[in-house]
């Protein structure tokens, strides 16, 4: 049975908070939790700054890909 689309968002959600790029719940209850609201605006303005931000540009070929072809030549 393929997961639910709360139950991927809730994963994701505790992935980031462990790395600690999505703010953290206060605890209200004993299985319940909420955010602030100035935490959830403050990571959306820093995710559209970070969208906003030059990047650096990817290689066509991963690094295996590029390795196969050398020991191809």
């Known amino acids: 049975m393929p997961l639910d689309r709360g139950e991927h968002l809730r994963d994701r959600a505790v992935q980031k908070i462990a790395k600690g ?17 100035s935490d959830i605006n403050e990571w959306i303005a820093q995710c559209a700054e970070d969208q906003q931000a030059p990047r650096e540009v990817q290689p066509a070929l991963s690094a ?10």
């Open 21 to 37: 790029t999505f703010p953290k719940p206060i605890r209200i209850g004993t299985a319940s939790v909420r955010w602030r609201a």
């Open 64 to 73: 295996a890909t590029q390795s196969r072809r050398r020991k191809k030549s």
